[in-house]
């Protein structure tokens, strides 16, 4: 056992023993002095903690010192009524404290617990509430604020980590103070009961056990009741005092006594109005003149003196700041920083600075939230951090989308309209600005709020600036994703899956693939839309195959096909037939007769003429598949389809290309055409 954890344990025990078992008035004068030093330790230490976290068992504390100070507090009025004689420290307090006098004494008493019970017990209690309840509602708040900071860069994952983290302690330690204050005001209530219980019970066995008149035993137990009432309630009262002063803490940059001064004392006209009101006292009124100038010509000079530290301190920064600037120019890191390029940016202009500021009611920030969540959820991946950014060389209303710094796509929107596209069934015109849809570039009208309720009645899709924005970047990201997964992020999720499949992982790697071949497999994966989400199966898969092969391109297609169950649900609905387009025997044959092998992977040396007709025939097939709102799908035998895909990629947009052993069973298919070339 820690020594820490024996001497909460014996504080603990000692405040229980007390409550059972009598103890010399010897050992009770040390408890109450170890209770006086430790209420100024508490005191002190909230007085100079930066933030209420530094004292984050405060409320645990509170209990501990309440049950101990209330056990001494048995135990001395168990001494008064059995001996009178409850030690040293009872009856010094008593007398020196109360004057010797029963009628001072209590005065003093009385005075003390209407301050502690009335003014700082009352207050704490009030603010913890107030405070607790404030903490509470905030948290949604805060935790967007962290949201927004990360998904624009501000902060790093670890630092959102730290701050949820501590958003969480504040929220518990607040409820818990809240809570806590409920301890020091029965305290203070539970000591008036046991003073008046020592009073009355030690007048009573004055009387009638040792003899004494009324007023001597009055005199003699009053004394001792007033004494064990103060050495209990100033205690109590330093402890209140130090709830008080935790949970109105504001300030986290500084101790408590720097703030408090630089506060009261930092506006030197205030001073000089103080100053001149207390000389004008002094001289105009019949107050002690002496005292009056003295204090008012002490303030006075104290804010001749702030003001001039004030000019001197600007004098120095005026002079410093061109100095700084040349040297944060100079400094050789300023350039390395120049170096670093973010992932993703969306830049836009002032126009649309409105939809990405969170006072304005703008919601990019959260929608940005969204699409990282959305991607991770459908292709199994982490998009990196999305940085916004104005750029007032744009047009007010154009952004612009960057992958590693460069310029991808760009779009313009209009804040305060909405894009109505027509679905293709709706017969109505409306009124409007023609446009584009960013996204897939279909013709959309910009119309206005008082025409959106019409639009959407005739059966137009109308979308808002923010939603446009949200959709574009979505499918630059979906569109980009396999450059974007870097080797860190495949490490991530290399050691994520070892958590729970450390067999797994250390068997195939790095004895059978290193990192950046698992990288590779991922990221033809993405390129084709595939979902990595399923990261034992796809390492089962490679765990079956690197052994044999080390060709990248040859293991995607094995994991392609381990993953038949998921592409089968992406691109052919359950109990429906899928019209696709399927290849000429002959197409597959010359596509695989072109085929060279060498040590730096397969290519293809097909002649250009008939590549050129296969590409024709192609986009003849898929016109078909256009005109009945059917996906373009090609089929193609397991070994063609990888290089039919790199025939293809060039010539035509998103083309699916999918062979048979990738489809499930169930799947009902419809051929509308064959590719021949």
Request: hydrophobic share 45%.
């Amino acid at each position: 056992m820690k020594k820490s954890d024996l001497g909460v344990a014996v504080y603990l025990l000692c405040a229980i023993l007390f409550f059972i078992i009598p103890i010399p008035n010897f050992l009770l004068d040390a408890m109450l002095a170890f209770n006086i030093g430790m209420a100024l330790m508490i005191l002190f230490t909230s007085l100079f903690v930066k933030e209420v976290l530094d004292m984050s068992y405060f409320p645990t504390l509170l209990l501990f010192t309440t049950i101990f100070r209330i056990s001494l507090n048995v135990s001395s009025t168990r001494l008064i009524l059995s001996t009178g004689n409850p030690g040293n420290v009872v009856e010094t307090f008593g007398k020196f404290v109360g004057g010797n006098n029963l009628i001072i004494g209590a005065i003093v008493f009385i005075v003390l617990v209407i301050v502690q019970f009335v003014v700082i017990n009352k207050g704490s209690e009030r603010v913890a509430e107030v405070t607790a309840r404030f903490t509470l509602d905030a948290m949604p708040g805060k935790q967007m604020a962290i949201d927004a900071d990360l998904n624009t860069g501000a902060i790093t994952d670890q630092q959102a980590k730290e701050r949820r983290e501590k958003i969480q302690q504040e929220s518990s330690f607040f409820g818990a103070m809240d809570g806590a204050t409920k301890y020091v005001k029965g305290d203070a209530t539970a000591g008036i009961i046991i003073t008046m219980i020592n009073l009355v019970g030690g007048t009573v066995l004055g009387i009638l056990e040792q003899g004494l008149d009324v007023m001597s035993a009055l005199q003699r137990y009053g004394l001792l009741t007033i004494g064990d009432g103060l050495v209990s309630q100033i205690p109590s009262m330093l402890i209140s005092l130090a709830t008080g002063i935790l949970v109105t803490k504001a300030s986290k940059e500084a101790d408590f006594s720097s703030v408090l001064i630089k506060q009261l004392f930092g506006i030197p006209r205030v001073l000089y109005m103080v100053g001149g009101t207390m000389v004008a006292l002094g001289v105009v009124t019949p107050l002690n003149d002496l005292l009056f100038i003295a204090f008012g010509a002490a303030f006075l000079i104290t804010g001749r003196n702030i003001s001039n530290t004030a000019k001197v301190e600007e004098i120095e920064e005026t002079v410093e700041s061109p100095e700084n600037q040349a040297e944060e120019i100079r400094r050789p890191e300023n350039v390395v920083s120049l170096l670093s390029v973010d992932p993703i940016e969306l830049e836009f202009g002032y126009g649309i600075i409105p939809l990405a500021d969170v006072n304005q009611g703008g919601d990019l920030l959260d929608r940005v939230i969204m699409i990282r969540r959305q991607v991770a959820l459908e292709l199994g991946t982490v998009v990196p951090i999305i940085r916004l950014r104005d750029n007032i060389q744009l047009n007010p209303n154009q952004y612009i989308i960057k992958i590693k710094g460069i310029q991808v796509t760009e779009g313009e929107i209009l804040f305060d309209h909405y894009m109505a596209m027509n679905p293709g069934y709706v017969e109505e015109e409306i009124s409007g600005i023609p446009t584009f849809e960013p996204s897939f570039h279909l013709p959309a009208i910009w119309i206005t709020e008082s025409q959106r309720e019409r639009a959407e009645s005739f059966g137009y899709t109308v979308v808002d600036p923010p939603s446009i924005i949200a959709t574009h970047i979505t499918e630059v990201i979906k569109e980009h994703i396999a450059e974007l997964l870097t080797r860190q992020d495949v490490n991530n999720l290399v050691n994520n899956l070892k958590e729970s499949n450390p067999v797994l992982v250390e068997e195939l790697t790095p004895k059978l693939m290193g990192l950046g071949e698992i990288q590779k497999v991922l990221q033809n994966l993405l390129r084709e839309q595939i979902s990595i989400r399923d990261l034992l199966t796809i390492f089962e898969c490679l765990a079956d195959h690197a052994a044999t092969t080390r060709d990248t391109d040859v293991l995607t297609e094995y994991v392609r096909q381990a993953l038949k169950r998921s592409i089968s649900a992406k691109y052919f609905p359950a109990n429906e037939t899928t019209s696709v387009v399927t290849l000429d025997p002959k197409v597959e044959q010359d596509i695989m007769s072109s085929v060279k092998q060498t040590e730096q992977g397969a290519y293809l040396t097909m002649d250009p003429e008939r590549t050129k007709a296969i590409i024709s025939s192609l986009e003849e097939e898929l016109a078909k598949l256009e005109n009945l709102g059917k996906n373009p799908i090609v089929i193609t035998s397991p070994i063609v389809r990888m290089y039919f895909m790199k025939l293809t990629e060039d010539y035509v947009k998103d083309l699916i290309v999918v062979s048979y052993n990738e489809i499930d069973s169930n799947v009902e298919l419809q051929s509308v055409g064959m590719v021949t070339g």
